[in-house]
């Protein structure tokens, strides 16, 4: 996983419920793991803007609850500091559903994303409206 240019903040744990920014068809996710992410033993692992995250749906249409999918963090209420000086929050924490290569299953995202995210998955940016 490439790296980043902000420090990214522990915003969201397991088990964390956050909406599905996409048309996908899920509505409501659970996050139950965080890819890349090293601590000490027993530690809860975080994640924060362009985390890739395995989640499970659950709500949303019924051939999607319950699966396990691959998603990646496009905003979040935690606020995060740019190299700039600048601080970036959101209202809501927000993920997109993504393939095995970092592609997004779906045509179209709701709201705006973090431009960090692009870093990392140029092609979820790329869904974006508008970028914060």
Do not use: W
Request: hydrophobic fraction near 40%; charge should be positive; charged fraction near 30%.
């Amino acid at each position: 996983m490439r790296a980043m240019s902000v420090n990214n903040v522990g915003a969201l744990t397991l088990h964390s419920r956050v909406t599905c920014a996409d048309n996908s068809g899920a509505k409501e996710i659970d996050i139950i793991s965080v890819f890349g992410y090293k601590s000490r033993k027993k530690g809860n692992p975080k994640a924060g803007i362009g985390s890739l995250v395995n989640v499970v749906v659950k709500k949303g249409k019924p051939e999607m609850r319950g699966k396990i999918e691959k998603a990646v963090v496009i905003r979040t209420r935690q606020e995060f500091r740019r190299a700039n000086g600048l601080r970036v929050k959101f209202e809501d924490n927000a993920v997109v559903l993504v393939d095995e290569e970092g592609l997004p299953k779906a045509s179209e995202m709701k709201g705006c994303c973090a431009k960090e995210v692009g870093e990392r998955f140029p092609k979820v940016l790329g869904l974006a409206s508008v970028v914060v």
